[in-house]
């Protein structure tokens, strides 16, 4: 609190910066370094799934925190990357909200004051009767021999679709932060709970949800509605404009494969 705001927001972006290098499994260890220096073996330590990596590794620049406090970890056997409970789904609000709604259910069904306290501020793994605040280690469950991450099998085109719009959708969110102080705040909120629901969209294509093209068919008509509205008015870029009439063109394309898809899994349930 008394940190003036301008050191430290250089101070977290140094230190975001510093942690690009070690999101990788091409360095190996470094030697003396790893004493000192957050790295990325024991960066990996962090991310792992298996029961020794659990709650390791905290640190972002300097591994001596972790040392000091007793939550250092060394790199050993092969790491497994992912959740402890593996979520199964693309959807990335569900990815963001999924444990909040877990916790929320532990303390609604957990019986006594002490116990619900305990739920929210203790651990993520603690449980009723854990000795220790972060709870057992023995409660994790071992890595599978043949892991198989999730995935679905959709068509090539769903690929190269889902590419197509996830890189428009990350032009508009570089549109939205550089006119950031031309656009109205609720405005701006409006646009970011668009840019949730193109994200969600693609999500659950992937999954293959029976309400996934529904949505895709409503965030094209939004997305449709957006251009017109507001694009003479905030969008204004030096974007020629044939690059825009093709990307108008392209979501109008869009829009009539997926309504045609919508109306062939209506008649498939009818049929059923």
Request: with cysteine; hydrophobic share 45%; aromatic share 12%.
């Amino acid at each position: 609190l008394a940190i003036p705001p301008t050191q430290f927001i250089v101070h977290e972006q140094l230190n975001l910066l510093y942690q690009i290098w070690i999101h990788t499994e091409c360095v190996n260890k470094l030697g003396p370094l790893e004493y000192i220096m957050n790295t990325a073996s024991h960066h990996r330590v962090h991310h792992g799934r298996n029961r020794y990596c659990i709650d390791k590794n905290y640190a972002a620049v300097f591994i001596i925190w972790d040392r000091m406090f007793g939550t250092f970890q060394a790199e050993g056997d092969k790491i497994y990357y992912g959740l402890v409970h593996p979520v199964g789904t693309f959807d990335p609000i569900w990815i963001q909200f999924h444990h909040l709604v877990y916790v929320i259910k532990s303390v609604w069904n957990a019986k006594g004051l002490t116990t619900k306290l305990s739920i929210l501020f203790k651990g993520p793994g603690w449980t009723p009767g854990s000795q220790r605040r972060l709870g057992n280690p023995t409660s994790v469950p071992e890595v599978p021999e043949n892991i198989i991450p999730y995935d679905t099998n959709v068509p090539g085109w769903v690929d190269l679709y889902s590419i197509i719009h996830f890189g428009l959708v990350i032009a508009m969110s570089q549109i939205l932060s550089l006119r950031a102080n031309d656009i109205p705040y609720l405005m701006s909120l409006w646009l970011v709970i668009y840019i949730t629901l193109c994200l969600t969209s693609i999500g659950l294509i992937y999954d293959q949800h029976p309400w996934s093209a529904v949505l895709e068919v409503t965030r094209l008509i939004v997305t449709l509605s957006i251009d017109y509205v507001l694009t003479p008015h905030i969008f204004t870029t030096n974007i020629p404009d044939s690059i825009v009439n093709g990307i108008r063109i392209s979501l109008l394309f869009s829009l009539l494969i997926w309504t045609t898809i919508c109306f062939q899994q209506t008649k498939e349930e009818k049929q059923n």
